[in-house]
Structure formats: C-alpha cells, structure tokens
C-alpha cells in the first residue's frame, strides 16, 4: 500500500533482554511495553532500535510477521 514509515511494537507483556534500557523499566510506571517500537531479538527477547529515520521494507514486513508482529 505504499506505506513506509512502519514499526513493530513490542507486546505488553514481553520478555525484555536484560541489556535494553527498556529492562530496568518493568514493573514501572515508564514500563512501556505496548506502546514502544522494537525487536525480537536471536535470544527470543525484545529490545529497542533506531526506528525514528526507519523506513521498511517487504523484508522487514516479512520478518516482523515471523517475530509475531502485524
């Protein structure tokens, strides 16, 4: 449909990989899982990137279907 400016978001009760910033947030109040774009990392756990210049691609719509993500 042309769109490109896509992200995945990480799901609100997923696993965190220890060395995000996102990590010592859980169980805060700035827990922002639901709500925050990110990435399903090889270690099945969810981390941030640099998605604010992101554009995507089929590619990454193909793996972000495969991380869950649609």
Do not use: C, Y
Request: hydrophobic share 35%; no cysteine; charged share 30%.
């Amino acid at each position: 449909m042309g769109f490109r400016r896509l992200v995945p978001v990480i799901p609100p009760n997923a696993e965190i990989s220890e060395t995000s910033s996102l990590f010592n947030r859980i169980g805060t109040s700035q827990d922002a899982r639901g709500k925050v774009p990110g990435v399903r990392g090889q270690d099945g756990k969810w981390h941030s990137f640099d998605w604010t210049k992101h554009e995507a691609d089929e590619t990454d719509l193909r793996r972000w279907a495969a991380m869950g993500q649609e």
